[in-house]
């Protein structure tokens, strides 16, 4: 059940940034449902290890590099999700800040309810 939780978090997120941010589009729903997906997948398996090579880089910069390898995730799943398209590197970097701070404020309303 909380998989399907976060799921649906990250998909709102996306949502938000597909709606706020210039050069994020999504064809449909199913696109961001699928968009969402990925990321999570691919938040699971690669951002780990992303984070913990370019960790150097994040400690230098107080964390905002931080960023950056979120805007990367963001990117990798526009390419491997049909109908999610992002215009360049700083639509991913917005994006990546958008999903962030909504996905962190639906964290929270629903972890309080729980």
Do not use: E
């Given at each position: 059940m909380k998989l399907i939780v976060?799921?649906?978090?990250?998909?709102?997120?996306?949502?938000?940034?597909?709606?706020?941010?210039?050069g994020i589009e999504a064809s449909d729903t199913q696109a961001i449902l699928v968009a969402a997906l990925v990321i999570g997948l691919i938040n699971a398996?690669?951002?780990p290890i992303a984070v913990l090579l370019t960790l150097p880089l994040t400690v230098i910069t107080l964390g905002l590099f931080y960023l950056c390898v979120n805007a990367a995730m963001l990117y990798l799943t526009a390419a491997?999700?049909?109908?999610?398209?992002?215009?360049?590197?700083?639509?991913?970097?917005?994006?990546?800040?958008v999903i962030s701070i909504v996905g962190m404020l639906l964290g929270g309303l629903v972890e309080k309810e729980d």
């Open positions: 976060r799921w649906l978090i990250n998909a709102a997120a996306l949502y938000v940034a597909v709606k706020l941010v210039p398996t690669l951002k491997l999700t049909p109908g999610f398209q992002l215009a360049g590197f700083g639509s991913a970097m917005l994006g990546a800040i």
